[in-house]
């Protein structure tokens, strides 16, 4: 565990990504707090430019630009979690039956993985949420669908190589129960990889997110990123700021857990990190 | 006795030192080491794992990874190379000097034709073309089958033994006056091995030049080298001529390696016929490639008509090079893969076992155990040790605290302190995993132990000590163990009879002294006669455990 | 033979994979709630007896459901992809007549980060830990972090709105320019924003990707036997890391190749390119679904034809492949 810190910590950019996310995850908690105001009201004139009477000017229906950026946080870290677990729950599972269980049940679910890769994501992401009417439960179940096969893959492998290793063999002639095999021989053994997924997964859902929300398939009830930008479209040359500040804000978000995940990675899978250096 | 003090050195290496980076377990991989490579000779570099042999090559080609730092001199051709530019290093790599490395499966590059690689060298040292019939000609030179065809086959299509007589030829190809073969032969068959060997010598022969050999084993010394230096933790502990160190070694280190290496001499049949315990009859298996739509499958068949009887208290060894289906038959034993054919009976069971479905075995499954190959793969990293000896016992409903107490007893009798219980696997060294290994076998109080290369991943000054633990258990607990290998030496050693197996069939079985001393088939002679240092090596001096164990100690 | 019956089997492949997503196309509508005529026929169709009848017919809807599923495979594997409402055309016509359109801008942009990125990866990787890695590795995360749609943006904020250097939507200008010469250079004018949009995230993805499976490579055996050989690093670099270190590159590209409507959408939207991706667009904002699951079946059969190719070229790169 020590040195699972030490070797994070030797990463800088992960150390300033954890720094960066953990300030993001706390604005999103506080986010009422910080801004008791509702991010959808109009508050003052419209298209005030920032450093005025709003920090980071309104929009053009003169709704507070930070007061939005405040409360998108909410809802772009939640899908981005939520649709990463979802897909990892899926992945995992699918993965793993392929992989310890080999024989046909393989065949199957790599055929249904392997189908899932083939589907063009983010259109079937857009079909998704458009035909299931727009919404959080779309959003996330779109996400989820299009994300969890090369989850399903790594699953796979990882259990795969794990399966005919030789402690697992042991604990087969030992008599020890298969569901008990998987849960503590092979899961503990291929969980830092799928960790360090998971984490890139969280990433690129809230990309996706920003982009369905761009498109106009966001949940109309909540603010979010993708949305600002969105609605900003058609007055984003007089009113730079509209797309400028939500659009920082997800960079800033997905920056700092990319570098969080490369530091995951460094940490908790030493081998693969670069080349090293042994005595033969 | 040959030593030869007039003519010049080659190489001849002064103080050198590499050290390390920081937070490894020693300071210098390489601590001041003086050596020197006589102009014709074969020098061998003889040390256990981590003593440094192979990094001291590496100083010699330039290859150190950067961030360390290598210090002293190393004189050749007028140059230092511990200390030269490194454009003028590249000119004497690959010309002057050749290198061959262990692994002939990594070391070829995978997606370039064999012809080309060796074309590189040519290439690149601006000697001008046409190359082919010089490539053709060397390739005809190593030995290898069909040049022609051969030299525009990708490494995959070769074998290893053929890897590495393209890896010799490119190091071979400008005629360099010194070649550095890291433990060349130490990833090939015991056959294989021989013949690589016998090429080594008789291209050194032939073309007068000189071989820097690093090795772990001792047979391989006595087999080619002219001179040795023995190396313990970046030092030279002992070198001189090889005669002189075999038949006389100084160092005490010297001496405990020289005792580890197995002798040809079988263990002494019993004298009675052991009662009977496992006993398996015709036993099959053909793997068939899956085939695809368009694609027929193809098969191999890994086990044929295999039998044998083990007694209790008896050992039985598997013998056979890789491809030989000793493990695939291990592993269908003890039912972790099915067979397509055959019959095995453990005594006091009215069926045979390969019948059995899962239900039916789970009771048996406690009778037949396993030791595997590989210290490292076969603990789980996750588990402390208590969990991992004690797996088998919880399972089959044995309470924590009385588990607790069979493991402390079981550690015990594998010789590691009890306190190893609660720490995990990698606090251990490669001679204690495997102890654990035995330990968690031993758990269930089995009848039959089927144990897969035991030792032949640990180094041989560790080999013996394990080989004495697996002997000392079998006395006390009368247990029938079925001991596979691929080192006819280790067989010897423990078995009481001996089945040798190549490409999936028993080509001969008997009690060790007969195949030993009087093997009937061809292929057992041939591997027989492949053992390295046959006949050259010295009787045994003192007792080789007392001493292997002090060796253990001090390195834990 | 071998290459007959390989390909014999890819075509029963990409067949099945077709059928299979025709088939979940199917579903797909009668997922949604309520009367899956009107859900095709979209809003605006729904209102229109008429054409809610015709959608009826065209998919047999007062038919029992295998019924309908035949008819509707029937129909996609005669290329009839049915009617938009909307435009009142053949959905097959407006697919193939916006089809030219996005290939030019994915696959220059395609092109542009795939000569880029490998290069800049290999360049960086054989510097490991000097400014240029560090500061190209910077400028790779950043862009592997942003959304394109916003870079989108923020170009067209920077070269059209600030500098007035380059048109910000658009496929050609308003006042059409005469000769062929002329109307090139007016596309290759609108192409540059979104391109360049759309390669900065591919060129990212390639950096990032060239660097560390070079990295990974440049510890393996062979390349030591390489260096032992007494080659120059350049030779080392190319000949033994870069070549093994590009297949899976290629192996990317390729799956990447077949995904590349998908991320003209949001590109094309931005800059209103006249696509598939805009098409797409447009056909969402409508809700007219017939358009909608249109564009999803090609986009598929894209990633099926990519997805054969990268195989074949992985194939030859890859002697290990296919051979055992």
Redesign the interface.
Known sequence: MRDFFQRFCENRGALVGLVVLTVIILVAITAPLLSPVDPWRSLGRPLQPPGGEFALGTDMLGRDVLAGILHGARISLWIGILSAVVAALIGVTMGAIAGFFGGWVDDVLVRITEFFQTIPSFIFAILLVAILTPGLTSIVVAIAVVTWPPIARLARAEFMTLRSREFVEAAVLSGVSRPRIILREVLPNAVSPLIVMGSLTVATAILTESALSFLGLGDPNRISWGYMIGAARTVFRHAWWLSVFPGLAIVLTVLAINLVGEGLNDALNPHLKGRRVGVQ | MGQDTTSTPLVSIEGLRISLPLGSDRVMAVDGIDLSVKPGKILCIVGESGSGKSMTAHAIMGLVPKPLKVEGAIHFDGHNLADIAPSVHRGIRGSRIGMVFQEPMAALNPVMKVGKQIEEVFRFHNIPGPYDDRIVALLDSMGLPEPELLRHAYPFRLSGGQRQRVMIAMALALDPALLIADEPTTALDVTTQKQILNLLKTAQHERQMSIMLITHDFGVVAEIGDEVAVMQEGRIVERGAVKDVLHDPQHPYTQTLLAAVPDLSPRPAADAEPAPLLSAANVSKTYRTRSGWFTPGREVHAVQNVSLQLGRGETVGVVGESGSGKSTFARIVVRLLTADEGDVRLDGVDANLLDLDTRQLAPLRKRVQMVFQDPFASLNPRRTVFEIVAQGLRAHGVGRREARRRVEELLDLVALDPSAADRYPNAFSGGQRQRIGIARALALEPDVIVADEPVSALDVSIQARVLDLFADIQKRLGIGLLFITHDLRVAAQICDRVIVMRKGEVVEAGTSAQVLFDPQHEYTRLLIDSIPGRGQMPKKHGPATAAAEAMERTRE | M?HL??I??WM?KALA?VL??TI?NFF??R???GDPAI?LAGEAGAADEQFLEQVRSDFGLDRPLPIQLAAYVGNVLTLDLGQSYRAQRPVVDMLFERLPATLLLTGSAYLFALLLGPLLGALAATR?RTIFDSLLMVVA??F???????VG??L??VFS?QLGWLP?FGMQSMIPVSGAWNQTLDVLRHLILPALTLGLFYIAVYVRLTRASM??T?????V?????????EW?VAT??VL??AL?PIITFAG?QA??L???A??VE??FAWPGIGRL??DA??Q?D?NL??G??LL??L???FF?MITDILVRL????IGSA
């Open positions: 071998r019956s390989y014999a089997g029963v994979v299979a997503i979940l797909l509508i997922m949604a709630p859900v490991p995360l950043f592997y972090a942003t959304p394109i749609f916003w943006l923020l067209i904020l709105v910000p990295l990974e440049s510890s393996l055996d062979y030591k036997t390489a260096r032992a050989k007494g080659l120059p030779r000949a033994h070549r093994t297949l799956l077949g995904h409507v998908g991320g959408v949001v939207t931005v797409a667009f969402l904002f809700r679904y909608l699951l564009v999803f986009s598929a894209m990633v099926v997805n790169a890859d002697p290990r």
